[in-house]
C-alpha cells in the first residue's frame, strides 16, 4: 500500500496523477487539515507532524511513504528517511532544474509557500542553477486557502492569483514552476492569466515516474485489484474532504476523522 500525506487536499493532484497511471494500486491518503496551512508553520512542528502521520500510515500497512507536500518534503522528508531508512520515500521539489535548462530568455519564476522557499533543499536547487537561469521566486498568498475551501473559478481566486503573479511576470520570466501541490488545482487560472509563450511546470508526472520506480526496486507493487483500494482520511473535517472529493474528483469515497493529536 502507497501512503500519502498533505496538510490538507493539495496533495489529491498528486493522487489523481498517481491512480491514473498506477491504478492497481492500493492508497491510503491523509489530510492534515487540522493542521492546515503548512506553509507558516516552523521546521520542529512539521517533522512532528510528520514523524506521527508516518507512523499512522506505517500502521495502517502502506509500505511505501509519497510525501505529496513541498513544504513537508523540504523541512521533514531527510529526517523521516533517517528515521526509517528500508522505508522507500518519495518527496516533491519545485521542478526548477528542468525550467532552468529550457528557458529561452534566462528568468524563470517559482510559485510556492513561504516555508518551501526559505528551505534549505530550495536554496541548494537556486544556487545549482544560478549559471543557467535567474529565478525569481514567490509566495502563492491565499492559494491553499482557496483549494482547501474548493474556490477554484470566482472572481476572487482570480484576483489572488493575479496578485501572486504580476511579480514574476515584470520579471519577463518565460517559465512558471508550481512548487506546492494545491497550486495545479488552480492551473486553469494560472493558465488563464498567463501569456501564452510562458510554460507552467507541475513536477508531479516526475514523482509518479519516481513512485513507479521504488516500487519495482523494492519488489512492493500489488496485483490488480477490482476495485482498487483507496482511503481518504483527515484530521479535519470529513464533510469538507467528501464535498471536494465530490466536486473536484467525481468521487463519492467514504472519509475518515481523524482527531489530530
Not at 24 to 31: F, G, K, N, T
Not at 119 to 127: D, I
Request: proline share 7%.
Amino acid at each position: 500500500m502507497i501512503g500519502m500525506f498533505d496538510s490538507g487536499l493539495g496533495g489529491l493532484s498528486v493522487w489523481r496523477e498517481l491512480t491514473a497511471q498506477l491504478p492497481d494500486e492500493p492508497v491510503i491518503y491523509l489530510a492534515d487539515q487540522g493542521y492546515c496551512p503548512y506553509g507558516g508553520r516552523s521546521d520542529d512542528e512539521l517533522i512532528a507532524r510528520a514523524e506521527l502521520i508516518a507512523d499512522y500510515l506505517l500502521a495502517q500497512g502502506a509500505t511505501l511513504l509519497l510525501i505529496a507536500c513541498n513544504t513537508a518534503t523540504s523541512a521533514a522528508a531527510r529526517h523521516l528517511r533517517q528515521r526509517h531508512p528500508a522505508l522507500p520515500i518519495v518527496g516533491m521539489e519545485p521542478a526548477i532544474k528542468p525550467a532552468a535548462l529550457s528557458t529561452q530568455s534566462g528568468k524563470i519564476g517559482v510559485l510556492a509557500t513561504q516555508a518551501t522557499l526559505r528551505g534549505e533543499k530550495f536554496r541548494q536547487l537556486a544556487a545549482q542553477l544560478h549559471d543557467h537561469a535567474e529565478i525569481y521566486s514567490q509566495a502563492g498568498t491565499g492559494f491553499v486557502e482557496l483549494v482547501e475551501s474548493g474556490e477554484l473559478d470566482s472572481d476572487n481566486a482570480r484576483r489572488t492569483v493575479a496578485a501572486a503573479l504580476a511579480p514574476l511576470l515584470a520579471h519577463n520570466v518565460d517559465h512558471v514552476v508550481l512548487g506546492c501541490t494545491h497550486y495545479p488545482f488552480l492551473a486553469p487560472l494560472i493558465r488563464e492569466q498567463l501569456p501564452p509563450h510562458i510554460d507552467i511546470i507541475d513536477p508531479t508526472d516526475a514523482v509518479v515516474r519516481q513512485t513507479l520506480r521504488l516500487l519495482q526496486h523494492h519488489h512492493c507493487r500489488s496485483g490488480p485489484q477490482t476495485p482498487p483500494q483507496y482511503r481518504f482520511v483527515t484530521t479535519g473535517d470529513d464533510h469538507s474532504m467528501q464535498q471536494f472529493l465530490r466536486q473536484i474528483l467525481q468521487r463519492h469515497d467514504r472519509v475518515e476523522a481523524l482527531q489530530p493529536a
